[in-house]
């Protein structure tokens, strides 16, 4: 079946820090890839996606590519902020079928001053 | 648009007792799924529904749980009786068919605490 697997955390980085959450997955077919974003005490939300092989989705400076030869979708952004703190989940969409979306366990990322 | 509506935020119960969750979709999305996240085990998928027809329903964790539709703008999850071990945030999202990307829209969570 469909799987999603990424590194565990928790990350801890300085503020203005490079981050690299890697996150590779199995699937048939062509899924969409999605990185949600959950801060403390709220639910997930969309952070950013991409659809298709060689896509990369971007939103408030971080980044994902599809890289399908590697079956991964690294997330990365160039320097963090304390804001960024969150848990951080890789997901998929298989093609086709209904609407199931599968995550990984999510990674926690503190950003400290 | 208010976005995916959960109630209660928060409830608090003793063990035995019977527990209701509530959940109303983003209006005009037609599926629907209920999630329980815990730190051991991350988040799980329950349910999910897909034109008030649940399609999936191997992630309840046994018969104690239930989960309803009976329209394109409510589903309940109700566990009864609760257990101890059933504390945890159990959310609910919706997605629509507008798009091929399948973008899951969260509700904030219920928070349960059984005694």
């Known amino acids: 079946g469909d799987s999603v697997t990424q590194m565990e955390g928790p990350v801890t980085l300085s503020e203005e820090a490079f981050l690299t959450i890697n996150c590779t997955y199995t699937?048939?077919?062509?899924?969409?890839l999605f990185w949600y974003v959950q801060y403390p005490g709220e639910g997930l939300q969309l952070l950013l996606k991409?659809?298709?092989?060689?896509d990369k989705g971007s939103n408030k400076g971080f980044e994902a590519t599809y890289r399908k030869e590697t079956t991964s979708f690294h997330l990365e952004k160039g320097s963090v902020q304390v804001s960024d703190s969150a848990v951080y989940f890789c997901?998929?969409?298989?093609?086709?079928?209904?609407?199931?979306?599968?995550f990984g366990i999510g990674t926690k990322l503190q950003v400290i001053p | 648009d208010a976005g995916v509506i959960q109630s209660p935020r928060h409830e608090v119960t003793e063990m035995g007792q019977e527990v209701t969750l509530r959940c109303k979709p983003i209006?005009?999305?037609?599926?629907l799924f209920w999630y329980r996240q815990t730190m051991m085990r991350g988040l799980e998928l329950l349910i999910y529904?897909?034109?008030?027809?649940?399609?999936?329903d191997s992630g309840m964790p046994e018969d104690r749980f239930s989960a309803k539709m009976p329209n394109a703008s409510f589903s309940t999850l109700k566990i009864q009786p609760s257990e101890p071990r059933d504390s945890a945030v159990y959310f609910c999202?919706?997605?629509?068919?507008?798009?091929?990307?399948?973008?899951?829209?969260f509700g904030p969570g219920t928070r349960l605490t059984v005694l």
């Open positions: 999202a919706s997605s629509g068919t507008s798009g091929p990307y399948n973008e899951q829209f």
């Open positions: 529904f897909n034109n008030n027809v649940p399609i999936d």
């Open positions: 209006s005009g999305h037609n599926s």
């Open positions: 991409a659809t298709k092989a060689d």
């Open positions: 699937a048939t077919g062509y899924p969409s």
């Open positions: 997901a998929l969409s298989a093609s086709g079928g209904y609407q199931k979306v599968t």
